[in-house]
Nanobody
Framework: VQLQAFGGGLVQAGGSLRLSCKTS????????LGWYRQAPGKQRELVAR???????TYSDFAKGRFTISRDNVENTVYLQMYTLRPEDTAVYYC?????????WGQGTQVTVSP
């Protein structure tokens, strides 16, 4: 099982970015898929997650600004981020659980300038 994350970059505060996470297997094979982030000097934290049945969970900082979605045909999970803030600067990681094992994609850097 592989997860490949794309879409990071540099954006000004108030801007938007969309991250993509392409899975090597059908997304319905995962108990859940989601995004974490890790800023310098901080612990990795959950951003958003969608479980197999479709229920979505967001951390408080993501509510109202970020949207997680999935494409069943492309086997891809997206994280659409709006109204980005400098404190959103971090490496963003795709995560998924497949047959009781957690898998991680490579990180993608998101940098938000003031």
């Amino acid at each position: 099982v592989q997860l490949q994350a794309f879409g990071g970059g540099l954006v000004q505060a108030g801007g938007s970015l969309r991250l993509s996470c392409k899975t090597s297997g059908t997304i319905y094979g995962f108990d859940y898929l989601g995004w974490y982030r890790q800023a310098p000097g901080k612990q990795r934290e959950l951003v958003a997650r969608v479980i197999r049945g479709g229920t979505k969970t967001y951390s408080d900082f993501a509510k109202g600004r970020f949207t997680i979605s999935r494409d069943n045909v492309e086997n891809t999970v997206y994280l659409q981020m709006y109204t980005l803030r400098p404190e959103d600067t971090a490496v963003y990681y795709c995560n998924g659980k497949w047959q009781r094992t957690d898998y991680w994609g490579q990180g993608t850097q998101v940098t938000v300038s003031p």
